[in-house]
């Protein structure tokens, strides 16, 4: 059984760092690609950044480009998301998900056939 | 606002059918054949129903169908059930930097 889980979230202040991780399992982590997908509080579903199944190439939305990193350690089957200087707007629940096809890039020729619960990060002072 | 356009709302009675629209543009929607679409029910994530604009996942009712016309895709729920009430988003490859682009949503009431 595909199993995502999500961890890292929590209140953190303006301009400060966070650094999310998901733990996959139940499929060959290093064969997808994989991405981080937010939502903001009643808001609909953002796409934030993919990264390839060897990490070749990597991908991130306009708004969060030059703040935001994505890396994955295949050996430990794990994603991760580097996050700084944080703004309010990026107060959201934040998925982890799963790339469709293998050997995929992280563009959105690939759909998320899997996605974890999500870790909420709050950005307030 | 989104980059790709979907209803807020739209509703239907058990049995009948529904669609739900997502309009695009000719760098998205309209340009490619990768239209996926995603079920959320409240306080869940979101689950794939659709890909590559008709494929079904394994697993997905064969009451869920995809198609395309020019710019706009749309999500087809034949014989509406209760548990299809949820929050439907589409999505899109785009040829902009961002490559993946979702649709507001739309949420489904069964009446």
Redesign the interface.
């Known amino acids: 059984e595909v199993q995502l889980v999500e961890s890292g979230g929590g209140l953190v202040q303006p301009g400060r760092s966070l650094r999310l991780s998901c733990a996959a399992s139940g499929f060959t982590f290093d064969d997808y690609a994989m991405?981080w997908?937010r939502q903001a509080p009643g808001k609909?579903?953002?796409?934030v950044s993919?990264i390839s199944w060897n990490s070749g190439s990597i991908?991130y939305?306009?708004s969060v480009k030059g703040r935001f990193t994505i890396s994955r350690d295949n050996a430990k089957n794990s994603l991760y998301l580097q996050m700084n200087s944080l703004r309010a707007e990026d107060t959201a629940l934040y998925?982890c998900a799963k790339g469709?096809h293998p050997r995929s890039g992280?563009?959105?020729?690939d759909?998320?056939?899997y996605?974890?619960?999500?870790t909420l990060v709050t950005v307030s002072s | 606002q989104s980059a790709l356009t979907q209803p807020a709302s739209v509703s239907g009675s058990p049995g009948q059918s529904i669609t739900i629209s997502c309009t695009g543009t000719s760098s998205d929607v309209g340009g490619y054949n990768y239209v996926s679409w995603y079920q959320q029910h409240p306080g869940k994530a979101p689950k794939l129903m659709i890909y590559e604009v008709s494929n079904r996942p394994s697993g997905v009712p064969d009451r869920f169908s995809g198609s395309k016309s020019g710019n706009t895709a749309s999500l087809t729920i034949s014989g509406l059930q209760a548990e299809d009430e949820a929050d439907y988003y589409c999505s899109s490859y785009t040829s902009s930097s961002t490559h993946v682009v979702f649709g507001g949503g739309t949420k489904l009431t069964v009446l």
């Open positions: 991405h997908v609909g579903l953002e796409w993919g991908g939305a306009d998925y469709l992280y563009s959105g020729y759909p998320f056939d996605w974890g619960q999500g």
